[in-house]
């Protein structure tokens, strides 16, 4: 369904980052079919991810406490929250000026994009900016939830290098670390915040 709107996907994204699709080369038959499937893939989790995620919690309901039932319902409407309007900064503001300083850095080469390593990258940076924003409302939750405060960063550390490897435009240690480094001091401040507040 949602690969009939594929092209014109494209299209917006690339506009929206002041791109055209005419600047753009494809380097095999099938690359912007490619592309098509994984924008249509990409939008169909994200628009999908609110139901899955309520029909994991209606299934684990039934197990929880009530005080667990109020920390997960929080998160849930605030990280999704958090989550799209961080997509939204990320596709209108840091992808633009992200795509922008790598051009600018290949000025002795002349640019001759892919279009699907292009998109993929518009994509993975607004994915990675409403992580990036939900991370406090991940730390606060598995604040909550983990009796033991002491372990607290094993739980924490150990989603964020998830998270990090997935929002990574392409396969880096570079960007794999810069990304991991932001959601660490997102996520040290959120630790060091509530501390503060808990008296701890």
Sequence with gaps: MMISFASKLIIQL???VNLDINELSTYSPTEYFRTKIYVSLVLSIIFAMPLWL????????????????KNISFAF????????????LGLYFLAPQFLDYIMT??????????VYETIKVIISTSLFTGLLLSTPI???????????????????YTLILFIAIIA?????????????????????????????????
Excluded: Q
């Design 138 to 156: 991940i730390t606060l939750i598995v604040n909550r939830v983990v009796d033991n405060k002491n372990n607290i960063r094993k739980y924490i």
């Design 105 to 114: 850095e290949s000025e002795i080469v002349s640019e001759n994009l892919s």
């Design 14 to 16: 690339l506009e929206t």
């Design 168 to 200: 990574t435009p392409k396969p880096s240690m570079i960007l794999n670390l810069l990304f991991l480094t932001a959601f660490v001091i997102v996520a040290e401040i959120t630790i060091f915040v509530t501390r503060r507040l808990d008296g701890n």
């Design 54 to 69: 309520l029909s994991i919690y209606n299934f684990a309901k039934p197990g929880l406490t009530t005080s667990e039932k």
């Design 77 to 88: 409407f605030v990280g999704l929250a958090f989550f799209f309007v961080g997509c939204v």
